[in-house]
DNA sequence: AAGTGGTCTAGACCACGGC
DNA sequence: CCGTGGTCTAGACCACTTC
């Protein structure tokens, strides 16, 4: 019969989507079946082969539980460990309402250090952006974005304020961003952040350093971040 | 034909075994091709499903790389993030003498916010095992565990400052560490750690309150950890 | 053009789970 | 017992890369 393809997807991408989209309508909760392999190779007409190929591949995603001799199920909705996130997107999820201040948007040089963190060279000029983050009025975190100029040189003129930076590396630049590698670690506030986030001079600070790569491994973004540590908890998941 | 399944193993998985033992010989480098569908098929006489299954799951585990029109070649050695290690672990893996001295190991009770970590009745009794650690003679950390009395009674008494406590509990006690949920954050010294780990009272340090869970996702162990900012840098990847 | 991975078929037997 | 997922066969066509 060969793959049909129609909507050009190949038939366990298609089975995918159908099993997602009922998930996300609601139709399917955590703990449901969502049908054998070979009921879905009978509805979709397709060979038991590629059905267990659409399932493998959401179990792998961990949308669904696959227990042998009993089932399929959907699985329990995971907490996001370990994701990269925009800004915006952290609070949205925490069901917040992002709030943040433009301090500077402008162009540096001569920084060799965080040209290095790019795998830029020495004196390239770069775009920085610093912006303070706060819940209501209250500021709990600065965050200093560099990103190279040659290839975001208009990045300093666009509405940062209103826009998240990751969305408008995608639509602009179609640019996606894969993961990123952070060094934390803690400091004491100088008087310039001790002002910004409203504490104490030498106050204890959570440092976030983060060197975000494109989905093709390129250094796009490094991200010093700064924050309060009664405001902002950092979480991670470890695997053995 | 049906599987021969010597050994017990499914097919793919000697094929995947075989693969592994070549690059942990040395025999195969990254970058080197492991050998195309067709041929491992024909060399293990198994179906090309059943050589693509093999392949498919070590791309999943990061050891190949797959690049279509191309070949099935050796992935670089990856860097382990967000690993669970025990300290001793992670000494070793830098090339650094583990080290440590034991503060304290004694039983506590009636600490609900601790047992409460350890999804325990409030007034549980645990034990509590305190250590400072440090390369040299400079101290870096400060960790202190908490585990359940019932289940680790005779802990105290055994000899931790030589043998790592993952170690201990998996050969006394048979349990398995699979996976840790990490809090971090920052805050100042106190002037007990201040003094134990020699720096001044207020000085920021990097706090990880760290639950470890078995591979059967009961909540075992839970660590605090103090951490020197300059001796001491956490890495993490996040991916999208 | 030859070889590779990616997708797919239409069957098969096995071990295991729940009734 | 029957249905489930887990493994496997012996073929096939496609899109792609490499030469």
């Given amino acids: 019969m060969l793959q049909a393809r129609r909507n050009g997807l190949p038939a366990y991408k298609r089975i995918q989507e159908v099993i997602l989209k009922r998930i996300e309508k609601g139709e399917l909760h955590a703990g449901d079946p969502v049908g054998s392999e070979r009921e879905l190779a009978r509805a979709h007409r ?41 800004y915006t997107e952290q609070m949205l999820g925490r069901g917040m309402a992002p709030c943040s201040k433009l301090l500077c948007a402008k162009m540096i040089e001569k920084e060799p250090e965080i040209a290095a963190r790019l795998a830029l060279a020495p004196n390239s000029r770069m775009v920085k952006i610093e912006r303070v983050r706060q819940t209501q009025a209250e500021p ?5 974005c560099y990103l190279s100029a040659d290839e975001f040189s208009d990045l300093i003129s666009m509405s940062l304020a209103t826009n998240s930076l990751f969305t408008v590396l995608l639509n602009r630049y179609g640019v996606n961003l894969g993961y990123a590698d ?59």
Same sequence: chains 1, 2.
């Fill in 140 to 144: 709990f975190a600065v965050e200093t």
């Fill in 46 to 86: 397709v060979s038991l082969m590629t059905a267990r190929h659409a399932l493998a591949g959401l179990e792998r995603d961990g949308m669904v539980e696959r227990r042998p001799g009993a089932g399929t199920f959907v699985a329990p909705p995971k907490i996001h460990f370990n994701k990269l996130m925009s």
């Fill in 182 to 240: 952070e060094q934390v670690d803690a400091t004491g506030a100088d008087k310039r952040m001790a002002d910004l986030l409203a504490v104490p001079e030498g106050a204890p600070l959570l440092r976030i350093r983060q060197v975000i790569y494109s989905t093709t491994a390129k250094p796009t973004i490094y991200v010093l971040g700064l924050y309060r540590p009664e405001r902002h908890t950092l979480f991670i998941r470890r695997y053995r």
